[in-house]
Nanobody, 121 residues
């Protein structure tokens, strides 16, 4: 069984910073990619940032220069450092892992339960 667990959300003032963490655990053979998505009020879920197994990253245009994704491969953990936060960053942030688990024929998507980030004065 695979678990994906996020932590680190909360309330922050505009211009502030937050760091999100996400750990994947269970019978993991390999991880293809891990990333962060978000869903704001009345909006569709969108990609925020992703890091692939080779270390490459990609970001949504709206967060480039403000957010940084990084990982700890030994702990199957990914981090999202969010700086210069804006009210429009308010959303539920979901961690996604594309991974191969023991006994599976191919990789699958796994999601965390989400963590709320609210940017407000």
């Amino acid at each position: 069984q695979i678990q994906v667990v996020e932590s680190g959300g909360g309330l922050v003032q505009p211009g502030g910073s937050l760091r999100l963490s996400c750990a994947a655990s269970g019978s993991i053979v390999s991880i293809n990619a891990m990333g962060w998505y978000r869903q704001g009020p009345g909006k569709e879920r969108e990609l925020v940032a992703r890091i692939i197994s080779g270390g490459g990253t990609n970001y949504a245009d709206s967060v480039k220069g403000r957010f940084t994704i990084s990982r700890d491969n030994a702990k199957n953990t990914v981090f999202l450092q969010m700086n210069s936060l804006k009210p429009e960053d308010t959303a539920v942030y979901y961690c996604n892992a594309i991974l191969l688990r023991t006994g599976a024929f191919g990789s699958s998507n796994y999601w965390g339960q989400g963590t709320q980030v609210t940017v407000s004065s």
